[in-house]
């Protein structure tokens, strides 16, 4: 590599001719690419410009001969490694999730519910005739990363996904209303179920426990969580640990149905029972 760095220009335009040099440099740029879209926007960023900023230290440090400063950071770069893994866990896991996702052929399979053309329909309805009483919700959705630690923790019951089960569950009078309902392959699997909390120090303190643990769910996997707030009746939808807050039936349908690769058409009005009103939408990014 440093013989290469060595080179002179002309040797570099000879070199580009080459087919397998070309592939080489166009596989770097899309892997870097990829990356860089990977933590567009989230909290790797800062943490990335604050090593890069260590590592310019570093280079000077060597380049001004300041041998102490260069011992230092010398013994500090040997952990470097494991502390870019401590750090970039949430972003590392989401990356292979991502990349496994896109490996796996998508199921373009359509599954009808009682209500309209598919089962997350009924999720819909739920939510807002549950947001019209201010009845607390959190409905998670799997998707291509398994939930059954979070299931086996839970209530199982591997029931069809109903309009009626889910406003029952929910029930403030119902053992099952406190927790999560985790739906998989198009049936509820499991209720009460308890999910962890996402540590992002930087979201709003009006977001409570129901709001980061759904947050903290879709940090740790890629399914989608649908919350109901009890002391505002806003209807939430939650995506890699971004939060869209104050949605109407409407916009809950096409988040979900995008969300799970089934195409949404537009939805008449009177299907749409109990909607609420639209309310401002907020993004919060980890």
């Known amino acids: 590599m440093t013989v ?5 220009y002309s040797k570099y335009l000879e070199l580009l001719r080459e087919p397998r040099n070309l592939l080489d440099i166009a596989l770097v740029f899309v892997l870097l690419y990829a990356v860089l879209r990977l933590v567009r926007g989230t909290r790797a960023v800062p943490m990335a410009a604050g090593i890069t900023a260590f ?21 500090v770069l040997l952990y470097l490694p494991i502390l870019i893994i401590v750090l970039f866990q949430s972003e590392i896991r989401q990356a292979f999730i991502s990349i496994g996702n896109r490996l796996r052929m998508p199921i373009f399979a359509r599954h009808h519910g009682q209500f309209g053309e598919g089962v997350y329909d009924e999720i819909v309805l739920a939510a807002t005739t549950l947001a019209s009483t201010k009845t607390g919700a959190l409905v998670v959705i799997e998707r ?16 069809e996904l109903t309009y009626d089960l889910l406003v029952t569950i929910f029930n403030p009078a119902t053992p099952l209303h406190d927790g999560a309902v985790i739906i998989q ?6 209720a009460a179920c308890f999910l962890p909390l996402t540590l992002n120090p930087r979201l709003s303190k009006d977001l409570g426990t129901r709001h980061r643990a ?8 890629d399914a989608v969580a649908v919350v ?45 029972q109990h909607q609420t009103e639209p309310e401002k939408s907020e993004a919060v990014s980890t």
Do not use: C, M
């Open 214 to 221: 759904a947050i903290g769910i879709t940090e740790d996997t």
């Open 4 to 8: 290469i760095l060595l080179l002179p």
């Open 185 to 190: 392959r198009h049936r509820v699997a499991a």
């Open 55 to 75: 590592a310019l230290l570093y280079w000077v440090s060597i380049w001004r001969g300041l041998v102490t400063l260069e011992y230092v950071l010398r013994g």
């Open 228 to 272: 109901v707030s009890e002391e505002t009746g806003l209807i939430s939808f939650v995506q890699r640990g971004e939060i869209k807050r104050g949605l109407d039936a409407t916009k809950l349908r096409a988040a979900v149905f995008e969300a799970v690769a089934a195409p949404a058409r537009h939805q008449p009005a009177d299907e749409l």
């Open 144 to 159: 291509g990363v398994g939930l059954k630690n979070v299931i086996d923790g839970g209530v199982k019951l591997d029931a």
